[in-house]
């Protein structure tokens, strides 16, 4: 496919994940206090969207996967990041539980656990585990791919710190202020 098509493919996505989170979950936040679940549907759907834009730089046609890179050393680090972020980011969701996962509870706020190092180590975790395709299947439209991920994500971080320093007010700034947003501080 040509590249014009998928940077509209991709742009798109931004559009659609833009008006998920920050017009319908920030308006179930505000209306309700939590996400309904047509609003989940629509989160789940993004990020099943950006899963399969991973085509857009794979070497086999949708829905195949592609052979591995001939490199030992490029399929061990590839699979270890994939498996590595993949466990990462169930261990995190189970500490936070189901329903704060959904945006359903939103009754205590969360700092103990992966959560005490940094805000949002779900996110964190799955950047880990999607890094391992560019490494298993290197080019630059992997490189956009990733791009895609922090953008869609990070639209979905702001709108819920936006909710949550509503609820939570100066234990949640306290909280901000302690903890980084994405990398944990070296102490």
């Known amino acids: 496919m040509n590249v014009y098509i998928y940077l509209l493919v991709y ?13 319908v979950v920030r308006k179930d936040y505000e209306e309700k206090g939590k996400l309904s679940n047509y609003a989940t549907v629509l989160e789940f759907l993004i990020f099943a969207v950006h899963a399969n834009l991973s085509y857009t730089f794979l070497p086999a046609p949708y829905p195949k996967m592609p052979l591995y890179p001939e490199s030992q050393f490029q399929k061990i680090l590839g699979i270890g990041f994939l498996i590595i972020g993949v466990f990462l980011t ?34 964190v975790f799955y950047g880990i585990a999607i890094l391992g395709m560019p490494i ?19 639209m979905m971080v702001l709108t819920e710190e936006e909710h ?24």
Not at 140 to 151: D, E, N, P, R, S
């Open 11 to 23: 742009l798109l996505t931004i559009l659609f994940a833009y008006y998920v989170f920050r017009v």
């Open 136 to 154: 298993l299947w290197p080019s630059l439209y992997a490189l956009g791919w990733i791009l895609l991920f922090i953008i869609i994500a990070h």
């Open 90 to 123: 169930l261990w995190a969701m189970s500490g936070l539980g189901f329903k704060k996962v959904l945006g359903q509870d939103t009754k205590t706020l969360h700092h103990v656990g992966f959560y005490q190092y940094m805000r949002n180590p779900q996110i």
């Open 164 to 187: 949550l320093s509503k609820i939570y007010k100066e234990d949640y700034k306290k909280y901000c202020e302690d903890v980084p947003r994405y990398i944990p501080r070296l102490r």
